[in-house]
């Protein structure tokens, strides 16, 4: 059964971007759009890891082969997803296009932005900075072309990148926000991965990826989060996060 997105968590589209609306929003000049984060240039990186420190060849394995059962299994679920969308599920697929770290405030609450938050505001673009510049290259290894590219009658309401479909940008970032969120906020770590799998199936709705691209986008994320913990200014910089947002949350809980 396709996953239906927009459950519990974001109950209707309106209701998301009525949270989202009063949010500051990035620029267009300065956001990166997650689907070309994989060969994305643009990034230095090296806050908290290198560049090169996640070997694609070593942790991702390759898409399902054309024509094979699964690749057929991915087209179907793509398809059928697109049958089922509603106009909620439509807009979410739109609303993530350019996601944004500060759309998890849906998840923690309206006061996490970054004029409250300068120390983990600091943190977080060292952090997406680092996770594009070691998502760099991930789809030149396995140049897949994209749904509507292998099925001329899908129809996406999303703009479809020039980028491979394998692995996903989208869900790479999604998931290492969530993993790297979770650890200054780990009482809401269910709730952050529940987003970030809602923003990854937004992309399969949207029809500009596959089921697996997805997986393939959390097992970099793994792989890119693993590197951050091994970070010992990491670890440091996510206590002082930690203290920074204790106020907020102490005013929440009251």
């Known amino acids: 059964m396709v996953r239906r997105i927009l459950p519990r968590l974001l109950l209707t589209a309106a209701t998301a971007l009525a949270l989202v609306a009063p949010l500051t929003l990035p620029a267009k000049d300065q956001a990166i759009d997650p689907a070309k984060i994989m060969s994305d240039t643009t990034s230095k990186g090296g806050h908290y890891i290198k560049p090169g420190s996640v070997d694609y060849k070593d942790v991702l394995p390759p898409p399902p082969e054309p024509g094979s059962v699964a690749a057929q299994a991915d087209l179907e679920t793509v398809q059928r997803a697109q ?45 997406t900075d680092d996770l594009h510049a070691a998502g760099r290259g991930g789809k030149k290894l396995y140049p897949r072309p994209r749904p509507p590219l292998v099925d001329p009658t899908l ?46 199936w937004g992309r399969v709705i949207g029809g500009a990826h596959f089921p697996s691209d997805l997986i393939g986008g959390q097992i970099v994320a793994k792989a890119i ?27 929440k809980a009251a």
């Open 83 to 127: 049958a089922a969308r509603t106009p909620n599920d439509i807009a979410w697929a739109r609303l993530i296009v350019n996601d944004d770290v500060y759309y998890n405030a849906l998840v923690l609450g309206s006061w996490f932005k970054a004029d409250n938050l300068p120390v983990t505001a600091a943190f977080l673009k060292d952090v």
């Open 155 to 200: 129809q996406p309401v999303v703009e479809i990148a020039t980028t491979g479909s394998y692995p996903s940008g989208h869900t790479m970032q999604a998931f290492v926000w969530a993993y790297v969120l979770a650890e200054i906020f780990p009482e809401q770590r269910a709730a952050l991965l529940e987003r970030a799998h809602q923003v990854a």
């Open 225 to 251: 989060f693993a590197e951050f913990m091994k970070s010992e200014s990491f670890r440091a910089d996510v206590k002082k996060c930690r203290a920074e947002a204790a106020p907020y949350l102490l005013k």
